[in-house]
């Protein structure tokens, strides 16, 4: 199958061919022809399996083909990453088109929120939005949905981890009845079961593969105490080849301590957290893109935050609170069928959470021996229950408790 079987208008074709896209992926050839037809879809697929495009491609088509002179579109994704991330690929696929687009999300200033007001009320044709900034701007009087024809959901699995819940049935509320909503989500838990019931209409499902790892990922893990953490990384940047990493660890505390000790190594690696302002953010993923940064360290925002080609190492410093969340952090590696490597440290307290990921992904993941000089690490055992508190192995004290989730 070709982009050419869709039979899009032919000015989005050339977009398509200016941005390499030949072969539509699997979840393309199944939602494109569906949401074609005007249906509401309830998608199942994660990123890095060309969702943006599948939802985004037969969207502007249909703008094409229709009157679109108003706020035709509204996507909704849960972090201001995701929401640029996207507009800069609608600005790609739309570019011959006439279409404008413009992402709408928290942060900056007062000048920054007048021009998103603005551009809310006058003008353009697809707005990419995280919920919060939305809220914000429809609490203040800026009502503009009318003419909306389409209402996207991405991550919506994520957005509900948010706490966005209220605010997505809330923007809902301000949307015509007559629209056709297209959900896409990395994982289908009964809460978005219940979401789709209540925003979508005879959904047509689709299904790709759920939460599992793209094939490209080579996926190792190490068990280690969390002393041997640090000296298992040196070793690890000495002995793979890679060109870039990503280190994600789940706190940003934890970022901040691994930024100053890979300093101490003479490593170059940038920090990214939600402690940065919006602008150092913004930076920090343009260097990253732009090969003047090769080393990114960051929390679970940059999990979703960041589509970079050619990542070629993943490391996560912990096992992330939700089993998702790991499928999101080594996604970023072997992006668009390339291949990577994704290496996770797992101490006692995350063997049971790691199963738990094992089991989600339906693979077992290949434990890897520890480097002679670091001695043993402890066996994996993920049914054991651990001892908490000041003599556990990880030299301070921590609860048996679902570590908090940064945003
Ligand atoms: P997504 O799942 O939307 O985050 O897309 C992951 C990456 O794959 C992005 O860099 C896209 O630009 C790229 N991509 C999506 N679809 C295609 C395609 N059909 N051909 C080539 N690259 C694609």
Known sequence: MTFSDFNFDPKLHEGLDSMGYEKPTPI???????????????????????KTAAYILPVIHRMIQTDHRHLNTLVIAPTRELAQQIDQQIEGFAYYTGISSIPIYGGGDGATWDVQKRALEQGADIVVATPGRLIALLAAGTTVFDHLQHLILDEADRMLDMGFYEDIIKIVSYLPKERQTLLFSATMPPKIRALATKILREPAEINIAIAKPAAGIDQQAYLVYDTQKEPLLQHILKTYSWNSII???????????????????????????????????EEILRAFKNKQVNFL???????????????????????????????????????????????????????????????????????????????????????????????????????NRKPRKQA
């Open 247 to 281: 280190l994600f660890a789940s706190r940003k505390e934890t970022v901040k301590k691994l930024d100053h000790a890979l300093r101490r190594l003479g490593v170059k690696a940038k920090a990214f957290h939600s402690d940065l302002e919006q602008t150092e953010r």
């Open 297 to 399: 360290i960051g929390t679970d925002v940059l999990s979703r935050g960041i589509d970079v080609e050619g990542i070629s190492m993943v490391i996560n410093w912990d096992v992330p609170p939700d089993p998702e969340d790991y499928v999101h952090r080594i996604g970023r590696t072997a992006r668009a069928e390339t291949t990577g490597t994704a290496i996770t440290f797992v101490n006692e307290i995350d063997q049971k959470r790691f199963h738990s990921i094992e089991t989600l992904i339906g693979t077992e993941v290949s434990k890897k021996e520890l480097p002679e000089f670091l001695g043993e690490g402890p066996a994996y055992n993920p049914q054991k229950k651990i001892k908490t508190g000041f003599n556990n192995r990880r030299g301070k004290f921590s609860r």
């Open 28 to 50: 393309q050839q199944q939602a494109v022809p569906v949401i074609l037809e005007g249906k509401d879809i309830i998608a199942c697929a994660q990123t890095g399996t060309g």
